[in-house]
């Protein structure tokens, strides 16, 4: 699989603001479903919010009101805007894309490598 290209992670103050860029490998309305994950030293991957092509996105409770997702097609990148940035948002993030292709719809999962958001004073 080809992964997603990342960018836009670094240290902030809490109370700041990042956001993340993500460019697909193709048209971004090929993808039935993107979205953002991100890890905490030594916890599990989380879904921070994931986007579905024609149907709705969902946040995560811990980042509604503060975090935003959101595409450009012509560029075919999605961002994640990140505001009111708290210690606990602290993580390696990751972008998610999913597509089904081909005749028998083979599954394609493609991931970025992940971009470190560190927030703290």
């Known amino acids: 699989q080809v992964q997603l290209v990342e960018s836009g992670g670094g240290l902030v103050h809490p109370g700041g603001s990042l956001t993340l860029s993500c460019v697909a490998p193709g048209s971004i309305f090929d993808f039935h479903a993107m979205g953002w994950y991100r890890q905490a030293p030594g916890k599990e991957r989380e879904m921070v919010v994931i986007?579905?092509?024609?149907?709705?996105?969902n946040y995560a409770d811990s980042v509604k009101g503060r975090f935003t997702f959101s595409r450009d097609f012509a560029k075919n990148t999605v961002y994640l805007q990140m505001n009111s940035l708290k210690p606990e948002d602290t993580g390696v993030y990751y972008c998610?894309?999913?597509?089904?292709?081909?005749?028998?719809?083979?599954?394609?999962?493609?991931w970025g490598q992940g971009t470190q958001v560190t927030v703290s004073s």
């Open positions: 986007s579905y092509r024609y149907t709705t996105t």
């Open positions: 998610n894309a999913v597509k089904f292709s081909g005749s028998n719809d083979r599954k394609y999962d493609y």
